[in-house]
């Protein structure tokens, strides 16, 4: 830390590469204004391409602003802000706040709601993200199909600037922060059906505490406890068990029959029968998703 | 006049909701830079989300979480909105991530994140 | 007294806005759309949806700054920031 090579290596890495390594993308820059000037046997010369600039611009505001006019119509004739006989709040609003306590033990009605009455909904919601985890994984990662052997000398070399600048101040706060943020975002999961929170809110939490740590102590140090097969175990597990444990209670109860699971005394953290497992299971995916996210932007795998 | 500004100050969160979906749409459809175009589309999300949670709430009441036992509806706020925008913060954390995918790799393969020349070099490689 | 409060929270949320989509530099807009979601937050918090104030500040101002800005680092756009 403090040598000058080290520096001018780390500045290299803050700006991204240099240009004359990524040679091929250079020449593609060159070649654009060449491209336009040339204006071969295509018809779309200059002078009608900026016409249509010109027309498009002038399309998309004037459309703007029919479509901002006709909204803010609308919104002058609606229902007054914040009154009680607005039609949104109509008799299931009532049912579930009246009701919910007893049928779903939840104090938080937001959790109740999402997690016993709506909680299909609440599942395809959690495989969306599964699904978008998926999707940023076949763009990113880094396999056989995908991979140049610019990349990889890249990667190499942005591990070595990894082991050998390393910040102590950055270092030495996130060990303090980094078990209160776990334990912030645990808290805000197992509490979810008692206060504001929830899988959803605490899992981004989790997440973000992971990302953190990542980023000051590089990604390897994260790799050796959560690498591809427990992220791979732990977000189709949870799925399953979300799947499972909501099958079940459609199965034996979902008009409220006997489910057989005691919905416990209000308010206890042991309540509300399967929301607590509900919340664990979503928060689970989406701390899994968040971190696989940041990992597969910076490196290309988890 | 005042009944106008009257309306205004009622409509507040409404109209502020509008307004931010219009300047999103308009620099999606006007802004070159694909991480702009992005940006400008995670505001139009989070104004639909400030309309919606707008609308589920009532003067005078709180956030739906039963306190002392008290379960009448007439005490706390509409919770299905809350509900909605809850899944679709996060769902839209997770489109505009795969949005950036998307962008990371077009600038893998054409070496810019401006729309014109990405255009223009995929109809030169169409060629 | 709230509402004056609600007006300035509104009028900053659009200027916050604004600023984030005709700022020239990337990392500025990112930036900018950061301090747009913690002004969210703080309106989820008086429309009564303490559940929403606190997904939005760890998702809006934590998880997505930190994607836009990994992106922007991958597509070489923090040009600006070198230090000489």
């Known amino acids: 830390m403090g040598t000058n090579k080290q520096r001018s290596r780390f500045i290299d890495w803050v700006n991204g590469d240099t240009p004359e390594k990524i040679h091929e993308y250079s020449y593609v820059k060159k070649t654009i204004p060449s491209h336009t000037e040339q204006a071969h046997e295509e018809v779309i010369t200059p002078k009608k391409a900026r016409l249509f600039d010109i027309g498009y611009r002038i399309t998309a505001v004037a459309v703007c602003l029919v479509v901002v006019s006709v909204l803010l119509y609308t919104v002058f004739n609606l229902p007054l802000f914040g009154s009680p006989n607005n039609p949104a709040s109509n008799e299931v609003v009532e049912r579930y706040v009246e009701k919910g306590l007893e049928e779903t033990g939840a104090v938080n009605a937001v959790a109740g709601m999402i997690l016993d009455y709506r909680a299909f909904d609440t599942f395809g919601e959690s495989s969306v993200l599964f699904i978008a985890v998926g999707c940023v994984m076949m763009l990113l990662l880094r396999d056989k199909n995908n991979i140049s052997a610019e990349e990889d000398a890249l990667a190499e070399k942005e591990r070595i600037i990894e082991k050998e600048v390393k910040d102590p101040i950055l270092q030495k706060i996130v060990l303090v922060v980094t078990p209160c943020i776990f334990m912030f975002g645990i808290y805000v999961v197992l509490n979810g059906h008692l206060s504001p929170g929830g899988g959803f809110s605490g899992g981004a939490i989790m997440g973000a505490g992971l990302i953190l740590f990542a980023a ?48 416990g005394i209000p308010g206890a953290i042991l309540s509300s029968g399967l929301i607590l497992v509900l919340d664990i299971c979503v928060g689970l995916i989406v701390a899994c998703t968040m971190y696989g996210f940041y990992s597969l932007f910076v490196r290309g795998e988890i | 006049m005042s009944d106008f500004l009257q309306t205004v100050v009622t409509f ?107 255009i223009m070099l995929a109809k030169k490689e169409a060629e | 007294m709230e509402i004056i409060f609600e007006f300035l929270l509104i009028i900053s949320l659009i200027i916050c806005a604004v600023f984030a989509l005709t700022s020239k530099r990337l990392l500025a807009a990112t930036v900018i759309y950061m301090a747009y979601s913690l002004i969210m937050t703080i309106i989820w918090a008086l429309l009564q949806s303490p559940d929403l104030a606190i997904t939005e500040a760890a998702v809006g101002a934590g998880v997505t700054g930190i994607l836009f800005a990994v992106t922007l680092k991958k597509i070489h756009a923090l040009k600006g920031t070198k230090d000489e």
Request: proline share 3%.
């Open chain 2, 12 to 118: 507040r969160f409404e109209i502020a909701a509008v307004i931010l979906f219009g300047i999103g749409f308009m620099n999606l459809l006007l802004q070159k830079n694909l991480i702009r175009k992005i940006i400008s589309f995670n505001i139009m999300d989070s104004s639909i989300f400030l309309f919606l949670a707008s609308q589920g709430f009532i003067d005078g009441r709180v956030a739906p979480i039963i306190v002392n036992g008290v379960t009448d509806a007439s005490n706390y706020i509409n919770p299905i909105p809350t509900g909605l925008v809850l899944t679709g913060i996060v769902v839209s954390v997770s489109v505009s991530a795969f949005f950036l995918a998307l962008v990371h790799r077009l600038y893998k393969k054409y070496g810019t994140v401006e729309f014109d020349e990405i």
């Open chain 1, 216 to 263: 000051s102590f590089g990604t390897n140090s994260v790799q050796r406890i959560f690498n591809m097969k427990t992220f791979r175990g732990i977000t189709t597990i949870a799925l399953m068990c979300y799947a499972l444990s909501k099958a079940y209670s459609f199965f034996t109860g979902a008009n409220g029959l006997e489910t057989g699971i005691p919905l």
